[in-house]
């Protein structure tokens, strides 16, 4: 039998040991979502390394560093069509990424293909040329959803990256991303487990801002670990998730930010952690989640009182992921803020977007119906209006939710440690 404390996080240090492992061979670090965007778009230009802050000892500590590259890095081109922001860096902000250096771009997310195919090409090729390997996207199917296998200090590390394929751009008749095939991630865990030391499956999905993993993320997650998969990562939320061990499979749902400047007061936005991982023989053998900030100029790791207070909270949104009904009532806390409201302004700003600019307000209802974390939340959303359960919710869910979606910075935002 399991002793519980093999299943659960020390969120006083931040740490999980696999006590059916002893030594690891490795460390991988692994960041989430990058875009010399914004407030970062000269600093990373000017100074690569500054944007990196006292995170810069952590992250070169590493044998291997991972990162999300949330934007084609192109000095030219057209933005494509589509419902959301579009992001571009210039192709000098490579330096930003071969100064730490980051070994792996995950390039399975919403903004790689925001200026279309040639775009993507010279972005992949500018990676390569700059000896950052890639994983998530491809000029077809076959090469999007190809796993990466990448040698570290003796061991052996698989990469698997999926998204949510975004605005239909999941690979395949076209270029585009790994798109959301679960069954096709667990078949392929199983093959490359022969092969590597370590399988470590990186996601780009889900509902941003949310403090918890939508229901149908948390079984997508839960059973691509029961799969094999030995550590699983997930980043788009734009704000921090918890932590879950399932069976001795560490999964974090999200990462927060990371070099991903965005103008707002809510605090939850500028906070993210980085994920090392120690790799051994056969597996994961630990874990460790470092928590920062992002500052208008760099990133700066939490220490004292700001480290604590994190944790806290990480913590707290971490205990509920074991119980899947647990998962589902704080998936109804989100639907109960959002509420018939919420649904009549999202129907609204789509409708003026259509009266406004037709192509924009097209994408925004094709991407509602055509996506896995828009489609789950509407239609569950009308659902419960329909049955009359729209505002019932446990309150520990819906204040949860309330926090992470407008919680501010003010004076001592870290006041509430205990």
């Not at 407030?39 to 500054?50: C, H, S, T, V, Y």
């Not at 571009?88 to 925001?114: C, Q, R, W």
């Amino acid at each position: 039998m399991n002793h519980p404390s093999e299943n659960r996080m020390d969120w006083k240090t931040g740490t999980w040991h696999n006590v059916r492992i002893k030594n690891s061979q490795a460390e991988v670090v692994i960041c989430s979502d990058w875009a010399p965007i914004r407030g970062f778009k000269d600093i990373i230009l000017q100074d690569p390394e500054a944007v990196y802050g006292d995170l810069l000892p952590e992250l070169q500590g590493g044998d291997m560093r991972i990162v999300n590259l949330e934007c084609p890095l192109v000095d030219d081109g057209e933005p494509v069509s589509k419902s959301g922001a579009v992001l571009k860096g210039v192709s000098g902000h490579i330096s930003g990424l071969t100064t730490i250096p980051f070994e792996v771009a995950t390039l399975g997310n919403n903004h790689v293909f925001d200026y279309g195919t040639r775009a993507f090409i010279k972005t992949r090729d500018l990676l390569h040329q700059n000896n950052i390997k890639t994983v998530g996207a491809g000029m077809s199917l076959e090469e999007a959803s190809a796993p990466l296998i990448i040698p570290c200090k003796g061991s052996k590390i698989g990469i698997i990256n999926f998204s949510e394929g975004e605005d239909l751009t999941a690979a395949g008749e076209n270029p585009g991303v790994y798109g959301w095939d679960v069954d096709g991630v667990v078949s392929q865990i199983q093959e490359l487990k022969r092969h590597v030391n370590a399988t470590i499956v990186i996601c780009h999905g889900g509902v941003e801002y949310i403090p918890y993993p939508p229901p149908y993320l948390a079984a997508a997650f839960q059973r691509i670990a029961d799969a094999g998969a030995d550590l699983i990562i997930g980043h788009h939320p734009h704000v921090p998730q918890g932590v879950q061990i399932r069976h001795h499979v560490p999964i974090c749902y999200s990462l927060g930010n990371f070099v991903f400047f965005q103008h707002t007061k809510l605090q939850f936005r500028k906070i993210g952690y980085f994920v090392k991982a120690g790799v051994a023989e056969n597996g994961i053998s630990h874990i460790r989640v470092i928590p920062y900030e992002i500052l208008p100029t760099r990133l700066q790791l939490l220490k004292n009182d700001k480290y604590h207070w994190t944790m806290k909270k990480l913590k707290a949104i971490s205990e509920p992921l074991d119980d899947f009904s647990q998962i589902i009532e704080a998936w109804n806390g989100f639907i109960r803020h959002y509420g018939i409201k919420g649904f009549q302004n999202e129907i609204a700003n789509i409708m003026g977007q259509l009266d406004k600019e037709p192509a924009k307000g097209a994408a925004m209802f094709r991407n509602r119906l055509t996506t896995m974390q828009h489609n789950q939340h509407l239609v569950d959303t009308m659902t419960r209006i329909m049955d009359g359960t729209v505002d019932r919710a446990p309150d520990w869910a819906f204040d949860t939710v309330v926090e992470w979606l407008t919680r501010q910075f003010r004076l001592n935002p870290w006041k509430e440690v205990d």
